[in-house]
């Protein structure tokens, strides 16, 4: 048993065989893969806490999307549309009039009332809510029927309002909602999906039948696989249906072909970058910042570690957004001044996932820097552990990746002087200037003047560099052949639009 047991952990393939074969017992107990209408999903983190107001678990927030609705949600170009409120209107200079469908039910059974969403908004603002900072402009919210609210805004912000904070807040069942342990254990909405079991790593959704339009889908399987060569194994194999977004890119298209899969790739909004804290004594340095940022080969890492599915950033907002604007970058003066300082030395610590892919490109970026004479050490942690260093600060330089909304209002959120942490400004930027420009932003009430104002933003953070943008990476699925043409389909266009 000994010599078994060191054998085991002497190859590392033994163990993505075993955790494969324990995956194939899983799924044939589940006695359903004669189902077509069943989707098996691999997933790389096992959800513990269902409840989004206090779970951290890294999946949760696209399964709360398919268990729950907001009164508005953002279409695929980024503006808002319906989901719970079928109307609204602007009432100048800073209140907002929402309409419900008075035929929406939560998942047992429950009417969806103004009560609810004014329970599920006031609740997002008590201390300790992730995001309690979203709501701090509403003065006040008020039931003016069964289906109909107001919410009065402390200042005419009403734009960025309704397209980054609306969307966020998931609309719960007070009578439910308020019993968190329960809650996070079970949870219910209103969405296309519901909540039927979480055990033995696999979470079971089943269709939620009295929404329109009704997916094909019935009935969606999350399989919890943490290898990602595992998830791979388990696609090929057709023991797995999708994977999206959480599989090695590099040889993708050899893959596919080998195995008769799919991509289903897209332009995407994540952007990838390298934070940069500014308390740090050498990085304060403008000139070093930017050094180190011309040092990095983009195209090289896209090529090679992405396997060409992203494309550059030049600014903090994609290309595909309304209020992009591409500042020409200027490349530093004094890039050869590195290379040569080699005294006084202050080490540099490049914080990251633990991950496989985020390993690779810290190691190739770590080569980029020595060859300008800054030497930088690698931390990889896990997601709890990682995040807990970041949300408080507590890094030179970490890699990391943020889904940018349609609305450039959160660039406040990330930049503003007074946003450090606990807040979301975790590099400590301080620019006077950009203070004004935010502010002046959030108080437009014309696109046309707000486009003007943001250009001047990222021109001006593209110059200073307290984020180092990377790229935007693709949206990629990878899909059974035999099931590719199901995510075409319009009544699933949802269900698989909120899993990105």
């Known amino acids: ?23 194939l017992s899983l799924i044939n107990c589940s006695n359903d893969r004669h189902l077509n209408d069943t989707w098996h999903i691999g997933i790389n983190n096992e959800i513990k806490n269902f409840d989004i107001r206090s779970s951290g678990d890294k999946n949760l927030w696209p399964v709360t999307k398919l268990l729950t609705q907001s009164l508005l949600r953002l279409d695929q170009q980024g503006s808002p549309v ?49 995001i309690s900072s979203l709501l701090r402009s509403v003065e006040s919210y008020a039931a003016i029927s069964t289906h109909k609210l107001k919410i009065k805004l402390k200042e005419s912000e009403i734009l960025p309002f309704l397209a980054n904070v609306v969307p966020v807040i998931r609309i719960l069942p007070k009578h439910y909602a308020v ?45 919890t696989i943490s290898n990602p060569n595992t998830r791979l194994m388990s696609l090929a194999s057709g023991e797995s249906d999708l994977l999206f977004n959480n599989f090695p890119l590099v040889h993708l298209d050899k893959f596919t072909q080998e195995y008769n899969l799919k991509t289903q790739s897209v332009p995407g909004a994540r952007l990838h970058y390298l934070g940069i804290n500014l308390r740090h004594p050498r990085l304060k340095e403008r000139a070093l910042r930017k050094a180190l940022f011309a040092s990095i080969n983009r195209n090289e890492l896209i090529k090679n570690k992405l396997d060409h599915k992203a494309r550059l950033a030049s600014s903090v907002l994609p290309d595909t957004n309304h209020f ?21 030395h202050q080490k540099i610590t ?36 990682f995040m807990d260093s970041y949300k408080r600060g507590n890094f030179d330089i970490v890699l990391f990746n943020l889904n940018i909304k349609a609305d450039p209002d959160f660039l406040y959120s990330l930049f503003h002087s007074s946003q450090f942490p606990p807040e979301r400004n975790r590099f400590y930027y301080q620019n006077r200037q950009i203070d004004e420009l935010l502010e002046q ?44 043409q199901e995510l075409k389909a319009p009544e699933n266009a949802r269900v698989f639009e909120e899993l990105f």
């Open 441 to 484: 932003a959030r108080r437009a009430t014309e696109q046309g003047e707000r486009r003007k104002t943001y250009a001047k933003v990222q021109e001006i953070l593209m110059d200073d560099l307290p984020l180092l943008p990377l790229w935007y990476s693709d949206n990629v699925m990878l899909v059974r052949e035999k099931r590719a």
């Open 350 to 385: 490049l914080l990251g996932l633990n991950t496989p892919e985020d390993r690779a490109i810290m190691l190739a970026i770590q080569s980029y820097w020595k060859e300008i004479g800054v030497e930088a050490s690698i931390t990889g942690r896990d997601f709890a552990s």
């Open 324 to 344: 992009f604007f591409n500042p020409r970058i200027k490349s530093p003066e004094k890039l050869a001044s590195f290379k040569s300082a080699k005294s006084d």
């Open 179 to 223: 019993k968190e342990e329960l809650f996070a254990k079970h949870p219910i909405g209103s969405g296309p999906f519901q909540f039927v079991s979480s055990k033995s790593r696999i979470l079971t959704l089943k269709r939620n039948e009295r929404f329109l339009p009704l997916p094909s889908v019935k009935v969606l399987k999350f399989f």
């Open 1 to 23: 048993m000994l010599a078994l047991i060191k054998l085991f952990y002497a190859y590392p393939l033994l163990k993505h065989i075993f955790s494969l074969i324990l995956l």
């Open 82 to 130: 319906g989901d719970l409120a079928v109307k609204w209107d602007i009432l100048p200079p800073n209140e907002l009039v929402f309409e419900l469908n008075s035929n929406a039910l939560f998942h047992d059974g429950h009417p969806v009332t103004a009560q609810d969403v004014i329970y599920s908004f006031q609740d997002a603002q008590r201390a300790g809510s992730p």
